[in-house]
Each structure stands twice: as C-alpha cells, then as structure tokens.
C-alpha cells in the first residue's frame, strides 16, 4: 500500500538555523511527491513537487530531492524565519495507478516554530 | 483568479443530524476531492470525483457522501453525525492529470456537540 512517514514533532529552530524534515514513502509505482505547509486556521498550501526520481523542487528557499533508492524526500531550508513557522506534510500521489486521478497520501505533519 | 472557496467556514452540529459543505474548484479544474483532517494528523482521503463521476473513495462509512455538479461544485453530506466527524473538512481541485497538484481551500471546520 502507499503511505508516508513524517519526522516526529515539534521542531524549534532559532532564526537562520538550518532546517531538515525527514520523508520517507512506501508506494506502488511511480508517484509523486509533495510537501505542503498549513498556517494556523488555513487550509494547505502547496510548497513543492518532484514527479520523477532524482527531481529537486525548490520554493521559497525550500527544498526536496525525489530519492528513489532510499525513498525519501526530505525537506530543507538553510536560513529558516519566524514567518516559517507552521505545519508541513509530506505527501505523496497515487495517480500512477491510473484508476485515480492522484489521490494523497498524507504524513502525519512537523510543526516548526522559529524564534526571532 | 480566485482559489478554491469553501463554505460554511465554521459549522456547529449535533449528535445525530446531517450536514452539507460545499466546495468551489479554481476556475478551469474539472476534479474535486475531499479530506477529513483530524486535529493533530494528516488529511485523509474521503472522495475524489471528476467530471461528475466518482473516481475514488477513502475508508469512510456510507454515512459520507458527496456528488460533483456539471460547473463542477462539489458537495459532501455527512448523516447521523458522530462526535467522532468533528474536524477540519478540505477540498481541493486539479485539472485532473495525476501529475499536476491538488490546491486546497481553507476549509470547513465542524463541530459535533
């Protein structure tokens, strides 16, 4: 089956402190992959995608690379800010398997609080 | 252009009754799907339709429904509500290839008292 396994929270990190959220994936296929972030009383904002192995998305000073061999898709910031802070998930889209149009899979999500 | 819009944003309900959350897709999206999110944990998949049809469906009971019009709005129906059905309800749209993202609304956050 798919599922995605999230780093366990909280993270604190202080202002310009290097940042790393864990990902790894079990799927059927080829999927892709997403990290989206979740302000306080907001929905889910997308962040980045990788779509193949060894794609890098990157936004925002964000990053992940698409690592097929260790199935992982790890998140990171060199420089994080207090404006930073919120929920990430990982996840991951089953459409390969063609009877869905990309169904998510969620990980549990990491919260990252920055302090100034 | 606008993003996915949601309403009720807040709705409060009781053990027993049946509710209605409708959703907006991004002009141009012909696929909506919905995710439960529990307080603390990730979405989880509850429906996924496109083009009117459904074309998925997460471990829910049959007390959750929801159906897709031809401007492509959606509405989910959750009867005989349960303590256990509090929690923020998200919708999202695509164009519909697996490939492109799901953009989420802000959602609906329902509470069963």
């Known amino acids: 089956g798919n599922s995605v396994t999230q780093m366990e929270g909280p993270v604190t990190l202080s202002e310009e402190a290097f940042l790393t959220i864990n990902c790894t994936y079990t799927?059927?296929?080829?999927?892709?992959l997403f990290w989206y972030v979740q302000y306080p009383g907001e929905g889910l904002q997308l962040l980045l995608k990788a779509t193949k192995a060894d794609d890098k998305g990157s936004n925002k000073g964000f990053e992940a690379t698409y690592r097929k061999e260790t199935t992982s898709f790890h998140l990171e910031k060199g420089s994080v800010q207090v404006s930073d802070s919120a929920v990430y998930f990982c996840a991951l889209s089953d459409g390969n398997r063609g009877s869905t149009l990309g169904r998510l899979y969620f990980g549990r999500g990491t919260q990252l609080t920055v302090w100034p | 252009d606008a993003g996915v819009t949601q309403s009720p944003t807040h709705l409060i309900k009781t053990r027993g009754q049946q509710v209605t959350l409708r959703c907006s897709p991004i002009?141009?999206?012909?696929?909506v799907s919905w995710y439960q999110q529990v307080l603390g944990q990730g979405p989880q998949f509850i429906f996924q339709y496109y083009e009117k049809e459904e074309r998925g469906r997460g471990n829910f009971p049959d007390r959750f429904s929801a159906r897709q019009f031809p401007n492509y709005s959606s509405e989910l129906n959750v009867n005989a509500l349960l303590l256990g059905d509090s929690a923020l309800y998200l919708c999202a749209s695509s164009v519909g290839n697996s490939n492109q993202p799901q953009h989420f609304g802000d959602g609906t956050r329902l509470s069963i008292l």
């Open positions: 799927a059927t296929g080829y999927p892709s």
């Open positions: 002009s141009g999206h012909k696929s």
